[in-house]
Structure formats: C-alpha cells, structure tokens
C-alpha cells in the first residue's frame, strides 16, 4: 500500500462526507464483513414522539400525566423528551421530584408527591413486583409496529402505559440494499424490546437483531461477533455507542448533532445517511484494489 494513494483515496472519501481518521482505516474498512448498526438515531431518525398514553385501574389521567412528566423531566433520554412533550400538550400541573435516579437500559425511578414513580421496560416492573399484564396485549400491538411501549407504576401498581414512535430515516433501507449487495452482514444492536426491534429491522431489510442489550454491554456483543471470526464495523450515533465503536476493527460514528462520539471512532460520516456507510466501503475497496 503506498502512502499516497491512500492519500488519494482518503481526499476523494472526504469528499463524499467519510472522514477516515488514518489510512490504516481505509485499509481495515476492505476487510469488513458484517456491519453493526445502532437502532435509534442511526436507523431511525432518533427523534420519537408520543403516539399513546393509557391509564389502569382508578388511576387519575391528569394526576398520572402530571406525575410522568415530573419524573421524566429529569432524564436526559430522548425517550423521556418524547414524554415531557407529550405530556405537556395533555396539560398537567407543574411538580417537581423530590429524588430521581435513572436505571440505565431500563427507565427511571422517582418520589414524586411522596409516592414512589417508576417508568420503564417490563425487566424495570418485574424486579419491583409490578403486575403489568393488564397493559400487555396494547403494548405488544403498538412493538408489532416498532413503537417503543413504556410501563408506570406508582407505588408498585401499574397505572398507565405510555408509547412512543421513531421514525425510519427515509435513506435507510436503501442503503441497507447496497450494504447487502456489497457482500456484507448487517445486524441491528439496541437496548430497545426484541420485538420492536424486529419490527424496525424487518421494515429496512435486516434480518439479524440483538435487542436489550444494556448501554454497558454494547462493546461486549461487538466482541462477541469477532469471536465468531467476523471482522466488524460499528456504526452509532450517540455517547453511549462509544465503547462499542472503539471495540470494533472499523468504529464509524454517524449524525450532525453535537455529541457524536467522533473520539472513539475511526471514520466519521458527515450527514445522517446510512449510505455514508456504504460509500466508506465501496472507497476502501477501490483504493485498496488501485494499490494492489
Ligand atoms: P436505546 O439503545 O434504544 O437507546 P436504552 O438502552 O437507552 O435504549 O434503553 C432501553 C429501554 O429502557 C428503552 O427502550 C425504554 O424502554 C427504557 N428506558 C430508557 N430510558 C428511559 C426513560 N427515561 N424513561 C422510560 N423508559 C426508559
Ligand atoms: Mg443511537
């Protein structure tokens, strides 16, 4: 490989918005195999909103609403943007928590009014006795969908459900197309319910899914992958991919909001598209096959 028409090739990528951190990443990226996509903010457009809010029992909706959104204002999870606004357009009363804690991968728990509130998935519920079932055929029809479903308990009854969409980005099944027609492997990777998850995936053409992975676990699926003898990319766009896109052979960060973990990455892709992703991998090829 020389230096310069790797240089060459790094110049041309730059152009199409794929910043190669180094030219031993335009080498790494020809021997990819199977490419690693977060699901929120890299398939999707990252940005969900609410589509449904249902209270059980005697629950009060003004009061349960109210006290979501106490709770939720003080996460900084996308998910919990989607239910602050959400919840402000049904009205509520302004609250403050008196403690909050968020449960990373699961949801939040808060003491709101004196009564303890948690918000999550159904692990969240079972591990503080919550019988959620009535709340589960609703849930599992908005998941079929891919919408991402939410729990409530106040004081360990179940009193509402709350869902939430995220749109596909428009480019992501094609790109995904082209990824295939490169000879590649995709798999999503998300903390998010196995079967919204498979809803998403199936929409934009992917059929291998890893779903609930905890934000601390990420890296450890990626390492995983590469036991199997895979040479891996990662592709992410937010903090908490950070890890993973390190622990991969190609970690590609992706996204023009502010807190892209470009540190961690080797390539960044300028723009939100996921055909970024394959223009990095037609490039490499190219350059590496001018050199050989
Ligand atoms: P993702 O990979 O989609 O960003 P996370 O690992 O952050 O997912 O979260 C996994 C799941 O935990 C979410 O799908 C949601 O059910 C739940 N969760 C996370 N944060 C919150 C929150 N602030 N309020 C309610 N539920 C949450
Ligand atoms: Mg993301």
Same mark, same amino acid.
Not at 47 to 55: C, I, M
Not at 111 to 136: P, S
């Given at each position: 490989?020389?230096?310069?028409?790797?240089?060459?090739?790094?110049?041309?990528?730059?152009?199409?918005?794929?910043?190669?951190?180094?030219?031993?990443?335009?080498?790494?990226?020809?021997?990819?195999?199977?490419?690693?996509?977060?699901?929120?903010?890299?398939?999707?457009?990252?940005?969900?909103?609410?589509?449904?809010?249902?209270?059980?029992?005697?629950?009060?909706?003004?009061?349960m609403a109210t006290?979501?959104?106490?709770?939720?204002?003080?996460?900084?999870?996308?998910?919990?943007?989607?239910?602050?606004?959400?919840m402000?357009?049904l009205?509520v009363?302004?609250?403050?928590?008196?403690?909050?804690?968020?449960?990373?991968?699961?949801?939040?728990?808060?003491?709101?009014?004196?009564?303890?509130?948690?918000?999550?998935?159904?692990?969240?519920?079972?591990?503080?006795?919550?019988?959620?079932?009535?709340?589960?055929?609703?849930?599992?029809?908005?998941?079929?969908?891919?919408?991402?479903?939410?729990?409530?308990?106040?004081?360990?009854?179940?009193?509402?459900?709350?869902?939430?969409?995220?749109?596909?980005?428009?480019?992501?099944?094609?790109?995904?197309?082209?990824?295939?027609?490169?000879?590649?492997?995709?798999?999503?990777?998300?903390?998010?319910?196995?079967?919204?998850?498979?809803?998403?995936?199936?929409?934009?053409?992917?059929?291998?899914?890893?779903?609930?992975?905890?934000?601390?676990?990420?890296?450890?699926?990626?390492?995983?992958?590469?036991?199997?003898?895979?040479?891996? @990319?990662?592709?992410?766009?937010?903090?908490?991919? @950070?890890? @993973?896109?390190?622990?991969?052979?190609?970690?590609?960060?992706?996204?023009?909001?502010?807190?892209?973990?470009?540190?961690?990455?080797?390539?960044?892709?300028?723009?939100?598209?996921?055909?970024?992703?394959?223009?990095?991998?037609?490039?490499?090829?190219?350059?590496?096959?001018?050199?050989?």
């Amino acid at each position: 490989a020389t230096p310069t028409s790797i240089m060459a090739g790094s110049g041309r990528s730059a152009e199409l918005g794929v910043l190669f951190k180094g030219g031993e990443h335009l080498e790494h990226t020809q021997r990819i195999d199977t490419v690693v996509l977060d699901k929120t903010g890299t398939v999707t457009e990252g940005k969900p909103s609410l589509t449904d809010f249902v209270t059980y029992g005697s629950a009060d909706e003004k009061e349960m609403a109210t006290m979501l959104h106490a709770a939720e204002r003080r996460s900084e999870h996308p998910l919990a943007t989607a239910i602050v606004d959400g919840m402000k357009q049904l009205g509520v009363d302004r609250l403050e928590a008196d403690s909050f804690s968020a449960i990373p991968g699961h949801g939040v728990e808060a003491m709101v009014a004196g009564r303890n509130v948690l918000v999550g998935t159904r692990k969240l519920m079972a591990e503080h006795q919550v019988d959620y079932k009535e709340a589960l055929s609703s849930a599992e029809a908005r998941e079929a969908r891919g919408e991402t479903v939410m729990f409530m308990a106040v004081d360990g009854i179940l009193t509402a459900h709350v869902a939430v969409a995220d749109q596909l980005k428009s480019s992501s099944k094609k790109a995904i197309e082209r990824l295939k027609a490169l000879g590649l492997d995709i798999v999503m990777l998300t903390g998010d319910n196995e079967r919204t998850a498979r809803a998403v995936a199936n929409d934009v053409g992917i059929e291998q899914v890893i779903a609930e992975v905890l934000p601390k676990d990420k890296s450890e699926q990626i390492r995983k992958l590469q036991k199997q003898g895979r040479t891996v @990319a990662m592709v992410g766009d937010g903090l908490n991919d @950070a890890p @993973a896109l390190a622990t991969a052979d190609v970690g590609m960060a992706i996204g023009s909001a502010t807190d892209i973990p470009i540190e961690a990455a080797d390539l960044t892709l300028l723009g939100d598209d996921l055909h970024r992703v394959a223009d990095a991998v037609l490039m490499s090829q190219k350059t590496m096959r001018n050199i050989k």
